[in-house]
């Protein structure tokens, strides 16, 4: 079994940046891309961006273009999600999730495996 282990979350004021940290429990040859997604309280889980891990191409929501940067350590085996300009509506959890196989990017259940989720906070 998949376990993505997340770190890099936490309490920051508009227009700070963060960077999120993805690493997955087995060596990436085993999945083809990372995902991230955000749920805010009593909303519905939002996907953010995914980069394909082969080649590093990526895709990002409309809501984070510009700001956010995906991208993948191929030697450290761990997948980052760069987070620029925040906002107060940036506020959620953010989850990291890995692909087996090429699916659909935005839907979450084209993702196999999912980290636990860590905590962003910006304040205005």
């Known amino acids: 079994q998949v376990q993505l282990v997340e770190s890099g979350g936490g309490s920051v004021r508009a227009g700070d940046s963060l960077r999120l940290s993805c690493r997955p429990s087995i060596r990436t040859s085993s999945i083809v891309a990372v995902g991230w997604f955000r749920q805010a309280p009593g909303g519905e889980r939002e996907w953010v961006a995914r980069?394909?891990?082969?080649?590093?191409?990526?895709y990002y929501g409309d809501s984070v273009k510009g700001r956010f940067t995906i991208s993948r350590d191929n030697a450290k085996n761990t997948a980052y999600l760069e987070m620029n300009s925040l906002r107060p509506e940036d506020t959620a959890v953010y989850f990291c999730?890995?692909?087996?196989?090429?699916?659909?990017?935005?839907?979450?259940?084209?993702?196999?495996?999912w980290g636990q989720g860590t905590q962003v906070t910006v304040s205005s």
């Open positions: 999730a890995a692909q087996r196989t090429l699916g659909t990017i935005t839907l979450a259940r084209a993702y196999e495996y």
């Open positions: 980069i394909r891990w082969t080649d590093g191409t990526a």
